[in-house]
């Protein structure tokens, strides 16, 4: 029976109060618990705050993907959405959504999304009761929280007091120690001279972090492996916290080699109540901040898994918590764990846990922010399959991560199914904006078993296919295929440690790439000549056109017989063709000089060179200056000249923004250097 026909007869039986006689067979695996949450909907239509207003509509303090999302669950349940938007954000995904939107100033996030006053205002004039505030952005701002509370909105998070506790890292260790919840060996401590603190690191031991007190994201966050390098990690550590929290009050913990990042999700209501709804496995990140998310942790045995729960919830119920929470351990190889903080916000990676548990956690804050208990007890909260998340970066991996800008001139996805999900902010044809996070999409997908999810995630990573910038989708299926991710052995240190595997450069096309990319062109553009030459990837491929409809291709001492045709299929056009006898197919974008194929092994892109005449630009543009690699705002300067020279211009000032690959520096060879290279 197809899974809409089940859904149906389930809500029937379950109305005439005959759930029990369904045979199993009829639902999917994950129903039972999407059942618990039917009913308790059905239940409890009614929903009122401990004050008895109604929550009929909800402003969200976000943007992109976030936004999105609680707009979806929003539009479920009846309630109206309210957007706010900058100046950037005017055509948007999230606005058009919406059934409000209301701009609140320029691009950058200090004078729109992070202006409390501007979103109170908004709050007001559209007469939304909540607010959400997604995450990031104010959305663990005690300030905010509490400027709520005092405007008679409600703030859909924790109470002020728990963003407090535990914003602050040092508060949050002394809290959790007295509460029974395990820390790590460290100084929380207020004397901050730098004396005091190396002091303290070398009686923990190296090596030791360095971490910012406020915030979280891997900001202000260093590791000093010996003391001679404290100093100098320590300033870089102040000067980031400074920057990011304007605070640059750090501690000093021990450092736990190759650690696992195992978290658990809770929950907390108004009437004292707090479940756990399992863990999840956060190890694979990069630049300190996660990248592939799964539900529950690989290799962790049921009665770890309660241990982790319960402490957790120890942690929510000391800061006396209300709504979703997340409390973050690090985890050694024998198991054991350390609390490390906790976020007191919806997490990007929850949809996970949506998948484990059949329940919509967007749904559980509304409600428990109106005032109502948590509709399940942890008896009731079950764990059925395995789920991964995958974070689609507008990102370099081969230039250590470096974030992107620009426009998604080509974007088609997954078809999104009950086990299959496209998180997503953007639509083909929209830009990511310079001044945000270079999250594109979120996928995820959920599955009987770990390994059964993970072969599901490659599948839809290789149907994840966007042209425009440069993605980390390659980096993903790299990395989700890598023998010891399968295997489950996933720690921090798992991108620097497989670096060489995860991060191989872009490898010259194979031959038969290069005839399917010349057989595609030619079938595009319809040149049907009986014999002519291509430049492709700096390689010369000699065509001949056969009477029986096939191409010889000649590339250098080889030839190979190539026979395909192009066909349409959802707006795309896929290439199907068959190269000395091996048939494939692959999706076909040309763009500009560029030839793109999505096949199941990844994508390839394939240069066609310019004539030089075509090319040449200006000398003042060009002459020998470094350009900027990304679009962004310039910072600071240091660049490391290739060879001796001077510097003749600086283009931009510190504070402006530059576009993807313009000239930041006019350079000038020094003569010897210039009849060197010539």
């Known amino acids: 029976m197809a899974a809409a026909s089940a859904v149906s007869v389930l809500l029937v039986a379950a109305e005439r109060n005959r759930w029990h006689r369904l045979p199993s067979l009829l639902l999917p695996p994950r129903f039972p618990g999407l059942f618990r949450t039917w009913v308790w909907r059905q239940r409890t239509m009614k929903y009122t ?36 938007y900058s100046e950037a954000d005017r055509n948007s995904m999230h606005v058009d959504m919406a059934d409000e939107a209301y701009s609140i100033g320029p691009a950058p996030s200090q004078q729109s999304y992070l202006s409390m006053e501007k979103i109170i205002q908004v709050a007001k004039t ?36 728990a963003i407090r506790d535990m914003g602050i890292k040092s508060t949050s260790k002394s809290i959790m120690a007295a509460a029974g919840v395990p820390v790590v060996e460290g100084y929380h401590g207020e004397d901050q001279s730098d004396q005091c603190l190396k002091e303290h690191a070398g009686r923990i031991g190296y090596p030791v972090m360095i971490k910012a007190v406020q915030g979280g994201g891997g900001k202000g ?36 080699d190759t650690p696992r990042h195992v978290e658990v999700q809770v929950f907390g209501d108004h009437h004292g109540n707090a479940v756990y709804l399992f863990e999840r496995d956060c190890s694979v990140q990069r630049r300190h901040q996660k990248i592939i998310e799964e539900a529950p942790a690989p290799g962790i045995k049921p009665e770890v898994r309660k241990k982790l729960g319960e402490a957790a919830v120890r942690a929510a119920k000391a800061v006396n918590y209300v709504g979703a929470g997340t409390v973050e351990f690090i985890m050694d190889s024998k198991h054991n764990f350390y609390f490390m903080e906790m976020n007191t916000r919806l997490q990007v990676e929850h949809p996970v846990t949506e998948m484990i548990t059949g329940t919509d956690l967007v749904e559980w804050q509304l409600r428990i922010a109106a005032g109502e208990k948590i509709p399940l007890s942890q008896e009731e909260i079950t764990l059925q399959g395995h789920a991964f998340e995958a974070r689609i970066y507008a990102e370099d991996p081969s230039n250590n991560f470096m974030p992107g800008a620009g426009p998604l001139v080509h974007l088609s996805t997954p078809r999104a199914d009950p086990s299959t999900r496209i998180e ?12 945000y996070d270079p999250m594109i999409a979120k996928l995820v997908v959920w599955a009987a078993d770990r390994q059964a ?43 620097p440690q497989h670096h060489k595997e995860l991060l191989l450069s872009r490898k010259a096309a194979a031959k038969e790439s290069l005839c399917q990319a010349a057989l595609g062109l030619i079938l595009k553009e319809k040149a049907m000549t009986d014999a002519f030459t291509l430049q492709a990837h700096d390689v010369a491929i000699a065509v001949t056109y056969n009477h029986d409809g096939s191409y010889s291709m000649q590339i250098e001492d080889k030839t190979f017989q190539v026979l395909g045709n192009l066909y349409s299929e959802e707006d795309c056009t896929y290439l199907k063709c068959s190269v000395n006898g091996v048939a494939s197919k692959a999706k076909l974008i040309i763009l ?14 394939i240069d066609i060179p310019v004539p030089k005449y075509l090319s040449s630009v200006s000398s003042e543009g060009s002459q020998g200056g470094p350009l900027a690699p990304m679009t962004g705002t310039i910072e600071k300067h240091t660049i490391k000249a290739p060879k001796d020279g001077t510097i003749k211009k600086v283009f931009y000032r510190e504070g402006a923004q530059a576009n993807r690959h313009t000239p930041l520096v006019e350079f000038e060879e020094e003569e010897s250097d210039k009849r060197e290279s010539e």
């Open 453 to 495: 999810a993970l072969t599901k995630l490659r599948y839809s990573l290789r149907q994840y296919n966007i042209v425009g910038l440069h993605t980390n989708i390659d980096f993903l299926l790299n990395l989700s295929g890598h023998p010891e991710f399968e295997a489950g052995n996933v720690h921090t240190d798992f991108i």
């Open 49 to 84: 705050t401990t004050t008895g207003r109604n929550i009929t509509k909800v402003l969200i303090a976000n943007r992109g993907e976030i936004a999105c999302r609680v707009m979806r669950t929003a539009r479920k349940l009846g309630v109206q959405s309210v957007a706010v």
């Open 424 to 435: 997503t902010g953007v639509r083909q044809g929209d830009e990511v904006s310079v001044h």
């Open 592 to 605: 500009e000089n560029t030839i793109y194929l999505f096949s199941k092994e990844g994508s390839i892109e």
């Open 126 to 161: 559209s007469a939304a009761q909540a607010i959400h505030p997604g995450y990031g952005f104010l959305s663990e701002n005690m300030e905010f929280a509490e400027l709520c509370k005092q405007e008679g909105i409600i703030f859909i998070g924790p109470p002020p007091s």
């Open 221 to 256: 966050m260093r590791i000093v492996r010996s003391e001679q390098e404290f100093q100098e990690q320590l300033e870089s550590a102040r000067r980031e916290a400074k920057k990011c929290f304007n605070d640059d009050a750090v501690l000093i913990e021990k450092f736990v």
